[in-house]
């Protein structure tokens, strides 16, 4: 077999968003030689989209805020199934990771007297967003970027991993104790270029992959998110927990066809925006929950005094968690209500000046002028719901970010319990920073402990990895790897939707495996320089896994909670409410698991009563 390039790393980092890029820079401080693998450009990874802003308890704008109030909005917006040390640690640690970004060079919006500017979110009790217009996910990623760079991190971008290797003492080529069997040794992948093959050998890995939104039709993300982080740690034997809950934001464009489901930020309704049927009524108000009905404004005359006095008044129910938002504009749409393209009307126009919208929503207005030649400063948009994030991922230990497999890490929006059934807007990029950091950290000590003892990835496992990626140029006629993503997509949008239920899901079990039967027959043209099919060919493979995680885990979930909702199982029950679901890969077919929830400690019980 022709040689390989080889690389060995005490640190290798899968991704380069905001977790990766946090994670690398923190196991470079800790002294750990890190490698970063990325399959877009460095710098144009998902994060780069996000909009609204990062949540942090600064209490820049309301002295009342503190990490116990952003604790708790965290987990009644994940309906209380959050890992609740993953929250506690989240909301005491973000403010710090902002100041940090601010040290390292981050411009942040200000507040007239000088400090961070925050603003509002749905289910956030504060202005609590830090951002920068509406492009913050930019600025976050700039700032890691150029620290990254600046520390000499190697970076290998447009690479794509295709496979975790672990040791054991028949695959290894240096004599590994049988403490160590078992654990990661590295990573192996491809130059997206040259379609040349390449390994990674490093005690710690960090899967920093982000999400799994392509598997659907209407979509906020872009082409990477196909789930491999997920499949990879599946396939290396972690669990994945809280895979039924998948967020659907509510407010992605609608029209026209080739810009559907990018995503309209929340900021819109935080800034003060409303939501209106076709018949011009402020429906919202007809979907408030009772859990949030305290503090939920219940007319429009307390909702529009609440954008000038928000001590006195509750907030506008266009303001509820995203998952109440998604389901409320469903409805309406079923029920005939929906605006001529099958959304709801979002109307900033009616509240704003062009000056302020112009100013706060700079994109927004830029996207809606270009792709739908609307004008959000003087009329309504057009907006539905649109598959935004992956609540589930890899199950870690809360403190390090270790998976069950030694070595095998994971952060950010690849890493599951941290935002139970839904996450609150501004969540993830605080998410990223706190538990990237903290991944990095721990993923370089343990390297550390293990400097005297490496194992590598021997040619055996090379040349297996290296026919599976191939395989697809030995089938002549086969399946084209584009009708099979389009035929997986319609499965998803269809039967593992917004709104569910158990014959649905069924159904979508058997469709997925036939496509699972069908990607053993993909066919690719042409060779290994710069071959789009056969990069999906590839990707179509952690796709399937990752949907049949969510078919599974959801059909196993009887009840409606968060970003799971049961047409048969219309209500939130008591006893789900103490339980995960995990999926394990059992050979070839995934298996859930009910696993009880971690205990909560009593002080921080207290902080519901
Ligand atoms: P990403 O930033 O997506 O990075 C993933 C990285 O992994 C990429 O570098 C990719 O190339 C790499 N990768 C993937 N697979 C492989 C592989 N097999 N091999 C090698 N590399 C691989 N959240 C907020 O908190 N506030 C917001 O305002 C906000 N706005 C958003 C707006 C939009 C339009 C979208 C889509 C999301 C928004 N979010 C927001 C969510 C948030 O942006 C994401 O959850 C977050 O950025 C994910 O970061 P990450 O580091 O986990 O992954």
Redesign the pocket.
């Known amino acids: 077999m022709a040689e390989i390039e080889r690389h060995s790393f005490d640190v290798l980092v899968?991704?380069?968003?905001?977790?990766?890029?946090r994670a690398a820079i923190a196991a470079h401080d800790a002294g750990a030689k890190v490698g970063i693998?990325?399959?877009?450009l460095l710098g144009?990874?998902?994060?780069?989209?996000?909009?609204?802003?990062?949540?942090a308890a600064m209490a820049n704008v309301w002295k009342e805020d503190n990490w116990q109030v952003h604790f708790r909005d965290t987990m009644r917006g994940g309906k209380m199934l959050n890992h609740w040390r993953m929250a506690q640690l989240h909301a005491q640690e973000a403010p710090d990771r902002v100041r940090e970004l601010e040290e390292w060079g981050a411009l942040f919006d200000r507040t007239p007297d000088g400090l961070i500017s925050q603003r509002d979110f749905g289910g956030h009790r504060y202005a609590r967003?830090a951002h920068v217009g509406d492009r913050?996910?930019l600025e976050l990623i700039r700032t890691l970027q150029q620290r990254a760079v600046a520390l000499g991190i190697e970076v290998f971008m447009e690479?794509?991993?295709?496979k975790l290797v672990k040791t054991s003492p028949s695959s290894t080529e240096k004599r590994v104790s049988a403490e160590s069997e078992g654990r990661i040794a590295g990573a192996f992948?491809y130059w997206r270029e040259s379609g040349r093959f390449i390994a990674f050998e490093a005690p710690s890995v960090v899967l920093?992959?982000?999400?799994i939104?392509k598997s659907y039709k209407v979509t906020?993300?872009?082409w990477?998110?196909?789930g491999?982080?997920h499949a990879?740690a599946l396939e290396a034997g972690a669990s994945l927990v809280n895979m039924e809950f998948v967020q659907f934001h509510p407010t992605g464009m609608v029209w026209p066809p080739s810009v559907k489901g990018?995503?309209v930020?929340?900021?819109v309704r935080g800034d003060g925006g409303v939501l209106r049927n076709s018949e011009g009524r402020r429906f919202m108000f007809d979907y408030i929950p009772e859990f949030f009905k305290a503090e939920t404004a219940d007319s429009e005359e307390e909702a529009d005094r609440w954008y000038e006095d928000k001590t006195n008044n509750r907030r506008p129910p266009e303001l509820l968690p995203r998952d109440e938002v998604a389901r409320a504009i469903n409805a309406e749409v079923k029920a005939g209500r929906g605006s001529p393209h099958g959304g709801v009307f979002l109307d900033i126009a009616a509240r704003r000046t062009p000056e302020y919208i112009r100013r706060r929503l700079p994109s927004m207005y830029h996207q809606f002028k270009e792709l739908a030649d609307v004008d959000i400063t003087a009329e309504p948009m057009e907006v539905g719901p649109t598959c935004?994030?992956v609540m589930g991922g890899v199950a870690v230990d809360p403190d390090t970010g270790e998976s069950v497999v030694p070595g095998l890490y994971a952060?950010?929006?690849?890493a599951g319990g941290m935002h139970g059934a839904n996450r609150l807007?501004?969540?993830?990029?605080?998410?990223?920073l706190v538990f990237?950091r903290r991944t990095g950290l721990n993923a370089a000590y343990a390297a550390g402990r293990r400097r005297e003892e490496r194992a590598s990835i021997t040619d055996e496992e090379i040349r297996a990895a290296s026919e599976h990626a191939l395989a697809p140029f030995g089938i002549e006629g086969g399946e084209n790897p584009y009708t099979v993503q389009h035929d997986l997509q319609e499965v998803m949008h269809n039967l593992v939707g917004i709104i569910r239920t158990a014959d649905e899901m069924e159904r979508a079990l058997t469709d997925l495996a036939s496509l699972r039967e069908r990607i053993t027959r993909l066919s690719v043209e042409g060779h290994r320089q710069y071959n789009p099919g056969w990069h999906l060919a590839l990707d179509l493979h952690?796709m399937l896994r990752v949907s049949e995680c969510i078919a599974r885990a959801a059909l196993e979930r009887t009840e409606s909670r968060g970003g799971h909702t049961r047409d048969d199982f219309p209500a939130t029950d008591d006893t789900w409410g103490t339980l995960n679901l995990h999926c394990r890969l059992d050979g070839e077919t995934v298996g859930v698991t009910r696993e009880p929830l971690p205990q909560m400690p009593d002080d921080l019980r207290e902080l519901f009563n």
Do not use: P, Q
């Open positions: 899968v991704g380069a968003g905001g977790a990766g890029l693998v990325c399959k877009s144009k990874a998902h994060t780069v989209m996000a909009e609204g802003g990062i949540a967003l913050t996910g690479c794509t991993v295709t992948g920093a992959t982000g999400g939104g906020s993300n872009s990477e998110y196909t491999d982080g990879l990018i995503l930020t929340e900021s935004h994030y952060a950010g929006e690849v807007g501004g969540n993830s990029l605080s998410d990223l990237g952690n």
